[in-house]
């Protein structure tokens, strides 16, 4: 519940089907997220894909190695 005493609503992408839910409709398995917005669960798997970069640069780092 939200401050203004309304309910959040969250959105998730669900990777089976590759539509965005409202609220969470199906098992976790199949679900990134929750996202605040329908637009930023829509670019779920492309935030993934950065942020799996981002790790992958950053662990590299720590290992001394070369990106």
Same mark, same amino acid.
């Given at each position: 519940m939200t401050a203004d005493g309304t309910d959040k609503v969250e959105y998730f992408y669900n990777t089976r089907t590759q539509m965005v839910e409202r609220g969470r409709q199906s098992p976790w398995e199949h679900?990134?997220?929750?996202?605040d917005s329908f637009a930023d669960a829509t670019q779920a798997l492309e935030t993934a894909k950065k942020r799996n970069q +981002? #790790?992958?640069?950053? +662990?590299?780092? #720590?290992q001394g190695e070369d990106s």
């Open positions: 679900l990134m997220g929750p996202y +981002e #790790w992958r640069e950053d +662990e590299a780092d #720590w």
